[in-house]
């Protein structure tokens, strides 16, 4: 699917403006797609800087500022292999393997792009062509073993009965995972009506979270605070979010937003965010919109770190709860507007694609045995 990028900062300005939030100062050039090999690329930052005493940078009421742009990227798997039982983190060396791998894997155009370089089939192009690999993109190493904490064991719990009823309900949709990221899918595998084509297809709506997780690519978003209120806006679908924290309820029980309806506060230096009244059509992992809520914590932990983690918390989904951390890095801004355009052509393309293939299974289905339908 091809997307449309033009520069939107003139968004994050508004966005500071409406928040009445302190102004801060962005990078004023855009990422660029950087002239290097596999080898420059994977080596990991230094950070040689993190050696030198850091003071947690601070709005005027005493509130951590985690304001800028920010990048979510990770080659970590979203659940433990395994291999490693019990074992939370990687050694050093295990560490820049493991990175040096991940690089190489999307430096040879095999990483999400269908090696679309090498492939003249594809449909896909060749993610760095664009500067869009994650090693063009300020991907950094994660020492984990996988993005999920809790359970110990690293694995998201098992389905409940009514949840996997409920995915046989909707046998006519397809959902899959990327291991490295651990986003979820829907697709139609049965393309009747437009509705069956999904969110993303049909431009609706292109995620934005919660939960925040890697992406292929576009793993950037930008954070914008104020006393009351803090705004996060995804590369992904140029969509945001608003998170109040003056203390107002939840809204009530039919109210359904697409990126739920979240109610932030402080403990100590961490910012706590709990989203509950998800809209049934866009609910993380297919889980139960009536009954999930995901509680997301920031935490800066340096000049270049947000510790972020989100905890699933849905009896009718999951046989109990379960915890994720993925680091969030500092990278240059701005963002670039993610303007979802080509996929209306697609809509009509997938719609008469399946009707034509149903004409063909039927002409197929009427031909006598044996007979090629060509010498009807």
């Avoid at 292999?81 to 050694?91: M, Q, W």
């Avoid at 009351?228 to 806006?233: G, K």
Wanted: proline fraction near 8%; glycine fraction near 8%.
């Amino acid at each position: 699917m091809n997307r449309l990028w033009v520069s939107s900062s003139a968004l994050a300005l508004l966005m500071a403006a409406s928040l009445s939030a302190p102004s801060f100062l962005a990078a004023q050039s855009s990422r660029a797609a950087t002239k290097t090999d596999a080898k420059t690329a994977a080596r990991p930052d230094t950070k040689a800087a993190s050696t030198k005493a850091w003071t947690m940078p601070r709005l005027p009421d005493g509130q951590p500022d985690l304001q800028g742009y920010w990048t979510s990227l990770s080659i970590t798997p979203m659940e433990r292999p395994a291999k490693y039982g019990n074992r939370e983190f990687l050694t050093q060396k295990e560490t820049q393997d493991a990175f040096n791998a991940g690089i190489q894997h999307e430096f040879d155009g095999a990483g999400g792009t269908g090696d679309a370089e090498n492939d003249p089939e594809s449909a896909d192009y060749d993610f760095k062509t664009y500067g869009l690999s994650p090693w063009q993109n300020g991907m950094r190493p994660n020492p984990r073993t996988s993005l999920v904490v809790d359970p110990p064991d690293g694995r998201i719990p098992p389905l409940t009965p009514e949840a996997k009823s409920r995915r046989r309900q909707r046998a006519n949709f397809e959902y899959y995972v990327v291991p490295s990221a651990g986003e979820n899918y829907q697709g139609a595998v049965r393309a009747d009506v437009a509705a069956d084509l999904g969110l993303g297809t049909s431009c609706v709506h292109q995620g934005g979270g919660p939960p925040i997780l890697p992406t292929g690519y576009n793993s950037n978003f930008l954070i914008v605070q104020s006393h009351d209120a803090v705004a996060i806006e995804k590369e992904v679908g140029s969509e945001y979010r608003v998170i109040p924290l003056d203390g107002t309820p939840h809204a009530g029980a039919g109210i359904h937003l697409w990126h739920g309806d979240g109610r932030g506060h402080w403990e100590g230096d961490t910012l706590v965010v709990e989203s509950t009244n998800f809209r049934p059509e866009n609910v993380y992992r297919n889980a139960n919109p009536k009954t999930l809520k995901i509680t997301e914590r920031f935490k800066r932990i340096d000049k270049e770190t947000i510790e972020y983690s989100f905890t699933v918390d849905d009896p009718s989904t999951w046989t109990k709860p379960w915890t994720a951390i993925v680091p969030l890095s500092s990278v240059p801004g701005p963002l670039f507007e993610y303007a979802c355009s080509e996929d209306n052509n697609d809509a009509v393309n997938i719609l008469l694609g399946a009707r034509k293939a149903e004409a063909a299974a039927e002409e197929k289905a009427k031909a006598p045995a044996g007979v090629p339908i060509s010498q009807k």
